[in-house]
């Protein structure tokens, strides 16, 4: 075999010496080797490529991007490999680039051809060429777009998603043009000619000059949604990203990848999300885990499972509101889940049985063996928050360890919505690590964030970095309320930002446990121009929610 | 940072959104008078000579933004003779980044740019350029002229940039390899712009202009050459902003009699300039250097333990200049600039720049999303170590305070500067 990266690769001119060339799109459990030869911040892909490359005999790369340039040059130093090739690529499509990379093609089949000590089969060569070619199906489909994705991401996100899924990102949309109709009788020098061009006419990545042919990818009648992947430190896809959402009307979901295994929970909560929003009489019903077969027919429960608190609100028919609670969600889901059922059941004087349908949601929703059904937090919030304010536009989420935007619309439903990534910038998480660099407890970060002087600014975005900007600003003697309110700007401003990707108009809602911190809610008001709106339990949103569906799908 | 400097970042940063005619009215007032000051920089020193370079740039700065249906943006790497020939302009956003962020308002551009989903990963230079150019700031050029080096991010910007402004758009294609095929693959690329920049400023290139433009360039380079050989015996108050000036004087202002002038100095100012300094660590700098970071300054300016030797890519391709062959040479110089083809031709350039320089360590500079630099920085450390040259992989953000744990930087450097002082004791 013959490992490659790039679908620019001239895979059927390598097959035409015997080769087997294969893609090199696996996921790496760590970028130990990776990052001792080049930096951590260098695209994902590139550091797994790096260390699959190195494990690898035979290699050929393209000059796609810097980073897969820089992987060639570390790799180029391994001496173990029985073929290493470096193909220049054009960014353009004219004559001079196509002449210019047909003698690249040349160059490569006498190496190549060299190697292994094969002749070029024109036989070979053809049938390649017509099998690489992949149809789009012709029924309604989803596509996985943007940067390339892992094959366990894929086989994730296929098995998230309702309909089928169609892998069209850059590594996976390679299709080449069939062979002219006398190709037959052309010597290997027009052959190289035709291929050359058929290449570069392939449906362009983001690294070529003109893109104007990816909108090939998105005007398919049968496309209904598309997940739009992006691969950590690889900045290319970020751009196309934000040309689509402005130009297509097709509903789409951003994720960032980065060639490791994936902690599946935030990503499934947005894949299902999707899938709610795409189809939602088709949403992802789950079998209930433990009904009870005996339930009485007036209590409709919801449970938010949080990773700070659990939160869950107990209505009846007439969508009033009986009873809530909020307990710390602890080590495990279920426990907490427990916990805030006794309480409602307490507040209420029923036992378990009493309620007729319990609505999970939150991270752990999947972990609740008492709950009748799931639904994502994103959807739940929307239904809580329109529930309590049909005026709302957008919502404002920031708990624990997620951030998030919800956008709805007249009708409260989810038009957009986008969470933050790995990072705890701008989520609770946050401030719970800058309060105990402070040595203050959570209540006293919210006054004190009130009743700042001097105005600062806590420039780094790292959470890392932050605090040590803290521990400086804590020895120049600067005043907690000051750095505080430096700390609440720079979440204020985290968010803010994430709004305006997202295209969030006011009306906004604030929810989540953050939204207690009136230091926070000052500075993100300050940076919208406009008031939240703030319930007097901002955590209780996302339960009311899920109680909301319980009793409407009950 | 200066206090009025900084009073000016926050009052820029405080009403861009609302304003973005006065952010540009400032910046072009507080540039005029950097422009002013360069102008009367008459002394024979090098901080005379990097004031008046400084002067220059900034000048340019401001006539882009006053006559910007007469300007052209490019980036940094783009040879511009045509353009100093056409009497056209060059708008180069790079550099205004590298500008907007000593004047302490940077921040409010590049979360501009990533509200408008530029990734937080995206280099800095090119994040703020949007962030200054879609907050309305930076006015619409008469084009966009771009090529494919130095990086990806010029791909992606320039390209967004040419869809925001709506205005033509041409890319130069630098191939990978460094060969005579490449230079003409180029050299017609940059003819074939010729027209399209006659059409749209409706005025005819002189050939003898240009041939003249590229002669000023030809001169230019070989003071700097001459320059860089004297660099090695003597010791200069060098500053990072004037090392970033010279990176700009001899890219995008390269054919301009500014930058012909200022090399001049600058050899002149070598020839007068003291033997190197027994006990001073003479420090040669790889990529480009946050000049908007006070505690950076502090050290490598400031503590006089040690004295900034060079720079790689202010000198990354000095190539012999013909001015009957005007395309061959500007589509040479970009080709066989160090910072094209593979790692190691840059690596092998610093290892020669650096021990003609008489330096004692080299810092990398892993500037916060460019994957070129940071690809090599190991490979670097391995190579020039090898060579006995102590290396310093050091991360930070050329105009991005948020990217950037000043603390850490500043132990790391010191504790750098303590290493040479240790081996050379």
Known sequence: ?554 | MKRYIETLGGIIEKQTAASPEHTRELLEAAYSWVRFSGKHSHGKDVRSAYKYINGAVAGTIVDSFRHPKESVMVNIFFPCELLHAMKIQPMFPEGISAYVACTACQRVFAEAAEAADVPESFCSYHKTMLGVAEAGVMPAPLMIANTTLACDANQLSFRRLAEFYQVPHTVIDIPHANDEEAVHYVADQLRALTPQLEELCRRRLDPQVLRETVACSKRTIEFCREYLKKRGGVSLPATMTGELCTLISNHVMLGRPESERYMQRMLRAVEAAPAALPGKKRIFWMHILPNWQDSMKDILEASGRCELVGTDIAADSLPDMDPDHPYESMARRVVESMCNGPAGRRIDMVLHYAKAAGADGVIVFCHWGCKQTLGLSQLAKQRLEAEGLPTLVLDGDGCDARNVADGQMVTRVNAFLEQLEGLHA
């Open chain 1, 1 to 554: 075999m013959i490992g490659y990266t790039c679908k620019y690769t001239p895979a059927e001119l390598l097959r035409a010496f015997g080769g087997d060339p294969v893609l090199l799109d696996g996921e790496e459990a760590d970028f130990e080797l990776a990052e001792s030869l080049t930096h951590a911040n260098l695209c994902c892909h590139a550091k797994a490529l790096i260390q699959q490359g190195s494990r690898t005999d035979a290699l050929i790369m393209m000059d796609c991007c810097d980073s897969l340039r820089r992987s060639y040059d570390v790799l180029s130093l391994d001496s173990r490999h029985t073929f290493l090739k470096l193909m220049d690529l054009p960014h353009e499509n004219g004559q001079c680039a196509r002449e210019r990379f047909k003698q690249e093609l040349l160059r490569l089949a006498a190496a190549y051809g060299g190697s292994r000590g094969t002749d070029f089969s024109r036989d070979a060569f053809l049938v390649a060429c017509r099998e690489s070619s992949q149809p789009l199906p012709n029924e309604p489909f989803l596509a996985v777009l943007g940067a390339r994705v892992s094959p366990p991401l894929l086989d994730l996100i296929q098995k998230q998603l309702a309909l089928p899924v169609v892998n069209l990102t850059c590594s996976g949309n390679r299709n080449l043009e069939a062979p002219p109709q006398d190709a037959e009788n052309m010597d290997f020098d027009q052959l190289m000619d035709w291929y050359s061009g058929a290449l570069l006419r392939m449906i362009p990545c983001m690294r070529m000059t003109s893109v104007a042919g990816r909108k090939e990818l998105t005007n398919h009648p049968q496309l209904k949604g598309i997940v739009y992947n992006t691969v950590k430190f690889c900045d290319f896809y970020s751009f196309d990203y934000a040309a689509l959402k402005r130009e297509t009307a097709i509903p789409i979901l951003k994720i960032e990848s980065d060639y490791m295994p994936q902690p599946s929970g935030q990503l499934s909560t947005r894949l299902e999300a999707f899938s709610e929003s795409l189809l939602p009489e088709r949403s992802h019903r789950r079998t209930p885990m433990n009904k009870t077969t005996e339930r009485a027919a007036s209590l409709y429960a919801g449970i938010d499972s949080g990773s700070t608190t659990t939160n869950m609100v107990v209505i009846n028919e007439k969508k009033e509101i009986l009873a809530s609670a909020i307990v710390r969600t602890g080590a495990k889901a279920q426990n907490g889940a427990k916990a805030a059922l006794e309480e409602v059941c307490r507040q209420l004087s029923v036992q378990p049985e009493a309620f007729a349908a319990i609505m999970a949601t939150g991270y752990g929703r999947s972990n609740i063996p008492f709950a009748t059904d799931t639904k994502t937090e994103i959807t739940c919030h929307a239904r809580g928050a329109f529930f309590l304010n049909p005026a709302i536009r957008t919502i404002v989420d920031i708990g624990g360890q997620d951030s998030k935007v919800i956008c709805l619309d007249e009708n409260g439903a989810v038009t957009n919505f986008i969470m933050n990534d790995k990072c705890a910038a701008g989520t609770g998480r946050f401030l719970e690590m800058m309060a105990r660099t402070l040595e203050l407890d959570m209540d006293q970060m919210s006054r004190q964030g009130l009743t700042w002087k001097k105005d600062l600014t806590i420039s780094s975005m790292c959470t890392v970095f932050a605090e040590s900007e803290v521990i400086s600003l804590i020895a120049d003697n600067h005043t907690d309320s000051d750095i505080i309110h430096g700390l609440n700007k720079s979440i204020a401003a985290k968010t803010a930002s994430m709004v305006s990707r997202a295209k969030g108009t006011g009306p906004y809602m604030m929810t989540g446990g953050v939204a207690r911190n009136k230091g926070v809610v000052q500075a993100l008001e300050a940076r919208l121009g406009e008031n939240l709106y703030i319930t007097d339990a901002p955590d209780l949103c996302g339960a009311i929610g899920a109680a909301l569906f319980a009793l409407e799908e009950s």
